[in-house]
Nanobody, 121 residues
Framework: QVQLAESGGGLVQPGGSLRPSCTVS????????IGWYRQAPGKQRELVAG???????NYADSVKGRFAISRDNAKNTVYLQMDNLKPEDTAVYYC???????????????WGQGTQVTVSS
């Protein structure tokens, strides 16, 4: 059974940082691309960042220079370092896994349950 378990969300003030993580089980982790998506109330789910099995990354324009995605294949875990957070970053953040182009196009094989990130003073 494939499981994607997100953790590390929370409440942070504007300008602060968070580092949610996604731990994957039930598949050969190193063979999969991983993506982080987010969905704010009343908005569509959008890609935040993706990382290929080889480590190639891509980011939404709105987070470039503030967010960094990385993976640790020994721990089956992907991290999303989020710095200089803004109120508009508030959303539920979802982890996803699959073939790279499916992940970045929003049609991955697997989804996590999500973790809430709230940026507010």
């Amino acid at each position: 059974q494939v499981q994607l378990a997100e953790s590390g969300g929370g409440l942070v003030q504007p300008g602060g940082s968070l580092r949610p993580s996604c731990t994957v089980s039930g598949v050969i982790f190193s063979a999969y691309a991983i993506g982080w998506y987010r969905q704010a109330p009343g908005k569509q789910r959008e890609l935040v960042a993706g990382i290929s099995k080889g480590g190639t990354t891509n980011y939404a324009d709105s987070v470039k220079g503030r967010f960094a995605i990385s993976r640790d294949n020994a721990k089956n875990t992907v991290y999303l370092q989020m710095d200089n957070l803004k109120p508009e970053d508030t959303a539920v953040y979802y982890c996803s896994a699959g073939i790279f182009w499916d992940v970045v196009r929003g049609t991955p094989q697997y989804w996590g349950q999500g973790t809430q990130v709230t940026v507010s003073s």
